[in-house]
């Protein structure tokens, strides 16, 4: 299961909402506190990409575990404001993690594909979280979702207590929504998946290229690696 992309605000406006002032981003981010259910729909675009092509280097550092050698690299678009991701980060990776990652098979790679401006938010705070911190907040963040996703009310408050755990202060937590140069990158990777690779919901997975098409269980990744990985 996916969760659809929907209309996104412009980049006009996500500019007001982050560089205005820090109190205009939380206001603006408040109100996507109740932002309707995402809708579900199969996956979409190419069945495969070039790998040479999905592995360029940009000037947005991935979020990745496991070794840059690895035979096998998954990557993964995510929101963190999409159900479905929260379901596959807290019940499927874990599991991933331990069977591949941990003993060195695949190296796995999660993207931002933020379906509203809320999600963006988390995803630059989880950025501005600065490396070993970024891939932990990104797991608490999805673990508390239902607190500050789709809670009635001002979310600001509750991102703002997962990220004191993470040791922002006030000032850094503004900061960091106010980066217009990390907005700036959150949103063109977003609009390369969505015009390179055919990215149009969330969580969407390639494994060495190819698409995974089946709902995203560890019997469906072990279905694509297995044979890759017993590949010579």
């Known amino acids: 299961m996916t969760c659809l992309t929907y209309s996104v605000a412009t980049k006009t ?5 982050f560089m205005a002032s820090a109190a205009m981003a939380v206001a603006f981010v408040a109100g996507f506190a109740s932002s309707p259910a995402l809708a579900q729909k199969k ?10 092509e999905l592995m360029k280097p940009t000037d947005l550092p991935d979020i990745a ?15 963190m404001t999409c159900g479905h991701c929260a379901n596959f980060a807290t019940k499927v990776f874990p599991e991933i993690k331990t069977k591949y990652v941990d003993s060195g098979k695949i190296r796995f790679i999660m993207r931002e594909f933020p379906l509203d ?5 988390a995803s630059m705070l989880s950025r501005c979280a600065g490396g070993d911190k970024s891939l932990p907040m990104i797991e608490t963040l999805y673990e508390k ?4 996703a789709f809670t009635n009310g001002n979310p600001v408050p509750k991102l703002f207590d997962i990220a004191k755990q993470a040791g ?11 980066d ?4 700036d990158q959150v949103t063109a990777q977003r609009t390369r998946a969505s015009e390179t690779f055919g990215v149009a919901s969330t969580p969407t997975f390639f494994i060495n290229g190819k698409r995974l098409t089946e ?5 469906a990744f072990d279905k694509v690696i297995e044979p890759l990985l017993a590949a010579q």
């Open 215 to 219: 709902t995203p269980t560890l019997a």
């Open 145 to 148: 979702q239902a607190d500050w």
């Open 180 to 183: 217009q140069k990390l907005l």
């Open 13 to 17: 406006v996500q500019r007001r909402m």
């Open 117 to 121: 401006n809320l999600a963006a938010a």
């Open 168 to 178: 922002f202060t006030q000032e850094s937590f503004d900061k960091c929504l106010t």
């Open 43 to 52: 996956p979409s675009g190419p069945a495969e990409v070039p790998v040479e």
């Open 65 to 79: 575990i496991g070794p840059a050698d690895a035979k096998v690299t998954v990557v993964e678009y995510a929101s």
